[in-house]
């Protein structure tokens, strides 16, 4: 019986490997052991960001919560503040849509935080 080589399995796997780094650059894209430790460190940044965007989302949702309750005259401690003591219980992902998407929703939502604010 004929020896078994690896021929068609390794052609296969470094096919996989190459398609995967397509569109990186020099030989990155074109070198398969370049390429497969290129796509291991984009395997660790992959993992790593899917929760720093939780971060960054979080982030984004403040600085609109802020500007948009700075143009009705309250800060954004002051604005959830007002909303707590209101009893509004309405998550910064909501609130910041809310203040690009439905400005006068909103107004009425800092309104309602002013008329809660403690003295």
Not at 55 to 64: E, F, Y
Request: no cysteine; proline share 2%; net charge positive.
């Amino acid at each position: 019986m004929p020896r078994a080589k690896t021929g068609t399995v390794r052609r296969a796997k470094h096919k996989k490997v190459l398609k995967a780094a397509k569109g990186y650059w020099g030989l990155r894209s074109k070198s398969f052991r370049i390429a497969q430790q290129t796509l291991l460190n984009a395997a660790d940044y992959e993992y790593r960001d899917r929760r720093d965007k939780k971060t960054v989302m979080r982030r984004l949702w403040i600085s609109r919560i802020n500007a948009a309750s700075r143009q009705h005259g309250l800060t954004y401690n002051r604005f959830l503040a007002g909303l707590r003591t209101a009893g509004v219980e309405i998550d910064r992902k909501v609130l910041a849509d809310l203040a690009v998407r439905e400005p006068e929703s909103f107004a009425h939502l800092v309104e309602l935080s002013k008329g809660n604010q403690a003295a």
